[in-house]
């Protein structure tokens, strides 16, 4: 979570991304100094080097799975910490210049993911449009409205926010134009330091390298987890940049390093079966997150009670003269 010492947090700009949409949703991520930055490298680099004391980034999308470039940079390049996600509900829309009509489009920029996200979309309305990559769907339109001469051909449309239209003089030629309406993205806040206390309805990441290449190795790990009764919500190899078929593997599970059964895995996952890397433990996101969490602390309160009530029965110790 954003502590004490956290005045600023940096974000994948410029003005008018998703990134920074999902960034304003968290009331005191947004009273920070908020650092736009050009590409998610960037972003991770200046959390990092101590110039940024949190970022903000996308980590994963319902459509398009990981995103990769987030998730190596803290696999393999940086010791950040998850400090908490959030889930955004994605809506993409194709802008232009005023003027524009869609049958004058036969280029389309936007950041890849986000062009990949609208595949039909593209090849039913848009045949024959080449793609161009831009850093993010914010950047893609900014380009776009203030006449970059790589852009600003009166045949190039921006896929991006509503918001990066109202930002940059677009206008919207097609709304809603993902391939799949319950597209969503989750992101991620990351610091040099600290875990989150826990809440009650948490999740924790982890990376495991194999300690070797043997028959059953992945069943072994995966069997700490289902020995346990932990529930894992991801699973996902990525290759370890050493060598052809090296990989080590991805998993978010429910709970915190703080509960017993989460910390007895990890510690033996460590010692028997596999290098672990801790990425996080941290507050699950959801529509029913916070009702959970009350649950969970109306059912211990509860429990307090209970076992309050049961201590006060207790007789008091009496030695032999007192009987």
Not at 47 to 60: H, M, N, Q, T, Y
Not at 255 to 265: L, M, N, P, S, W
Request: proline share 5%; aromatic share 6%; hydrophobic share 45%.
């Amino acid at each position: 979570m954003a502590g004490p010492a956290s005045s600023s947090i940096a974000f994948l700009g410029p003005a008018g991304t998703f990134t920074e949409e999902a960034l304003l949703t968290e009331p005191d991520f947004a009273q920070l100094d908020l650092v736009e930055l050009p590409s998610l490298a960037d972003v991770l680099e200046a959390v990092e080097s101590g110039k940024a004391d949190l970022g903000f980034v996308p980590i994963e999308n319902a459509i398009e799975g990981t995103v990769r470039d987030t998730l190596d940079s803290l696999i393999f390049e940086s010791n950040l910490l998850i400090q908490r996600e959030v889930v955004l509900d994605v809506h993409l829309h194709l802008m232009a210049p005023p003027g524009t009509s869609v049958d004058d489009v036969s280029r389309v920029a936007s950041i890849p993911v986000a062009s990949a996200q609208c595949r039909r979309f593209i090849a039913e309305h848009l045949r024959g449009a080449a793609l161009v990559a831009a850093n993010s769907t914010a950047e893609a339109a900014r380009m776009l409205g203030q006449g970059d001469p790589s852009l600003a051909d009166g045949h190039t449309a921006a896929i991006a926010p509503r918001l990066a239209a109202d930002l940059y003089g677009l206008e919207i030629l097609a709304e809603n134009v993902e391939d799949h309406a319950g597209n969503q993205t989750r992101f991620v806040a990351v610091a040099r330091e600290g875990i989150p206390a826990p809440t009650g309805h948490d999740r924790t990441s982890i990376v495991c390298f194999q300690q070797a290449d043997r028959p059953g190795s992945l069943h072994g790990i995966v069997g700490q987890f289902a020995a346990r009764n932990i529930n894992l919500t991801k699973v996902e190899s990525r290759p370890t940049k050493k060598a052809l078929g090296d990989y080590c593997f991805v998993f978010d599970l429910d709970g915190h390093i703080a509960d017993e059964v989460v910390a007895d895995c990890l510690r033996v996952l460590h010692a028997e079966q596999a290098d672990v890397k801790f990425l996080g433990s941290y507050p699950a996101a959801g529509q029913q997150a916070s009702a959970i969490r009350q649950e969970v602390d109306a059912a211990w309160r509860r429990a307090d009670e209970w076992l309050t009530g049961l201590r006060a029965q207790i007789a008091e110790h009496r030695g032999p003269r007192d009987r």
